[in-house]
Each structure stands twice: as structure tokens, then as C-alpha cells.
């Protein structure tokens, strides 16, 4: 009997490092457009250490808020089918990012600040529907259909912003992005958004919908917020992150209530309009309760 040859596993960790400027969520990249990663060294204690160390090493970037996201593992992330193991991070500064792109670069279907981008709505509804047509059998023609109805939903108000994942992997399954599997690229493959090597389109699509679910109940936006702000900076941040507008009233009485923030006593002295209070964040707060579990107050 031959022994069968041992498989080398590559373990890497992988960043989705986030930042927000000019109401614009940037993320880190790599020239190729990838995500920056790199492998897990024997002398790093924990995975997270391991992380912060390589990043600040390639980038000078100290990062701030971590958390892991996910394992990525299957067996054809990588063009050439090495098995590959990575360990994706989302990662939030305050510091501008080097190498970095908008998002919304690479998801240009997720941002609906100024109503739904009909244009591109509607070559992706062509699109899926040729895809929904050419099911091979019923149930799975119906399938298609309930994916659709729910990622891509005809009534704006039923949009839900944190199904980023589910919607690249639909487009992906419907072979309408450049990543879809050989053979299944459509005429519209790299025309929705910019391509990223291997899987790590689909990493960032799982730190995007992350971090917009994370926004609901746990104030992680303050990472991204300097020291001191107002309350409209902090409204075009969390908008910025969702994809969505909010009601503005809402919104403050929802941050304000929750006792998240506190005034300063300073102003920002603009040169149009009457100067705006200061606030900070209460981080005091983490301790005495957890912040309570909300939707969005959005807009229609």
C-alpha cells in the first residue's frame, strides 16, 4: 500500500482593516488588491499578537479594536488549489490607512446613502434573473427565486444592510463577478465592482456585514471617531459604515439615551452655520451596562 503524500498547510492571518475619512469607510490594501496577511510566527504568543505585530511591521499601523472573524479553509481558495488557512480579523483605527480603497469600491451595490444606485439595480436584476431562469428543475428555480427576493428586494424599505455576504456569494453563484468559478463568468463578470485575488472579496464581505451587525449593539463606531466629535460627525459615520441614511432626530435621542456620550463644553467653530458641540464617548459605559440592542433609526 502507498502511503498517500502529506498536504503542506499554509496558515496565514488575514486583516479587514477599517477606517473612516470624508464619510467614506476605507479598507487596507495590498498593491495586487489583496488583503494584507501574513503567516502565524512561532515567537507570537496568541493569533491576535501575531496579527498586530505583522501589520505595524508592513504598514507602521498600530491597530486598535480587533476581533477574529472567521476560518477560511476550503480547498479552492487559491488558484492554484494549495490548501490554504487563513484567519480573518477585522480590525478598526483611527489612523489613516496606506495602500487603502473605499469599500464601497469593491461593493458598489451596498451603498444606499443616496437611494438605491438604480442602474446598477437593474443590470444585476437582469442578471439574476437570466440566472433564475436557467435553473434545472423547479424546486431549484424556486430556490433561486426566495434568494433573490430576500439579498436584492424589490421594496427599498426591506433592504437589510447586513446581508453583504449572502449577496456576493449569490452574485458569485451566479457567475456575474469576476471571481465566479471558470466557466461560469457572465458578459457582466468584472463590471460589478472591483475584483480581489482568491477569496478576499468574500473575506471583506464578511468583515463588512460584521461590522454593520456590530454597529446595532455594541458602540465598536467609537473606534473609528476621534477624541472629540459631534453628533453629526458620529451620524455620517455610522451611515457611512451602513450604507443607509438616518433619521437625524432619532439618532440622537437613540445615542444620547443610551448615555453613550457626554458634552465637553467645547465647540467646533465652522465658517458657515452656528458652531457645534463637542461630545465624547463615555467608555465608562461598557462597564456599567451593555449598550442595548437597536435598529437603525434609518430613513423611510
Do not use: C
Request: hydrophobic residues 40%; aromatic residues 8%; charged residues 30%.
Amino acid at each position: 500500500m502507498v502511503p498517500k503524500r502529506r498536504q503542506n498547510v499554509v496558515v496565514e492571518l488575514q486583516a479587514v482593516a477599517v477606517s473612516v475619512a470624508n464619510q467614506t469607510p476605507f479598507v487596507m490594501v495590498m498593491p495586487d488588491k489583496s488583503l494584507p496577511s501574513g503567516p502565524l510566527g512561532a515567537g507570537h504568543r496568541t493569533l491576535q499578537q501575531g496579527l498586530r505585530a505583522w501589520v505595524e511591521e508592513q504598514s507602521g499601523l498600530k491597530l486598535g479594536y480587533v476581533e477574529q472573524l472567521y476560518t477560511f479553509a476550503d480547498r479552492d481558495r487559491t488558484a492554484d488549489r494549495r490548501r490554504v488557512v487563513s484567519i480573518g480579523y477585522l480590525a478598526l483605527t483611527r489612523m489613516a490607512l496606506h495602500n487603502a480603497m473605499p469599500w464601497y469600491d469593491f461593493f458598489p451595490w451596498e451603498d444606499h446613502r443616496k437611494g438605491v444606485p438604480q442602474p446598477l439595480m437593474a443590470r444585476i436584476m437582469e442578471g439574476l434573473e437570466g440566472w433564475k431562469k436557467k435553473a434545472p428543475d423547479v424546486p431549484t428555480r424556486r430556490e433561486r427565486e426566495e434568494r433573490i427576493a430576500v439579498d436584492f428586494p424589490k421594496d427599498p424599505r426591506r433592504w437589510n444592510e447586513e446581508l453583504v455576504l449572502q449577496r456576493y456569494e449569490l452574485l458569485w453563484e451566479a457567475g456575474l463577478i469576476k471571481e465566479a468559478a471558470p466557466g461560469k463568468g457572465g458578459k457582466m463578470a468584472g463590471a460589478l465592482g472591483v475584483p480581489m485575488p482568491h477569496d478576499h472579496r468574500r473575506i471583506l464581505a464578511t468583515g463588512m456585514a460584521r461590522l454593520r451587525a456590530k454597529i446595532k449593539y455594541r458602540p465598536v463606531v467609537f473606534e473609528l471617531m476621534p477624541d472629540r466629535f459631534t453628533l453629526l460627525q458620529l451620524q455620517s459615520t455610522v451611515e457611512a459604515l451602513a450604507g443607509l441614511r438616518l433619521h437625524k432626530q432619532n439618532f440622537r435621542r437613540l445615542v444620547q439615551g443610551q448615555g453613550l456620550v457626554e458634552e465637553t463644553g467645547e465647540y467646533l467653530i465652522e465658517k458657515r452655520g452656528r458652531p457645534a458641540k463637542l461630545f465624547a464617548f463615555r467608555r465608562e459605559v461598557l462597564r456599567e451596562r451593555a449598550a442595548a440592542g437597536t435598529k437603525l433609526p434609518r430613513v423611510g
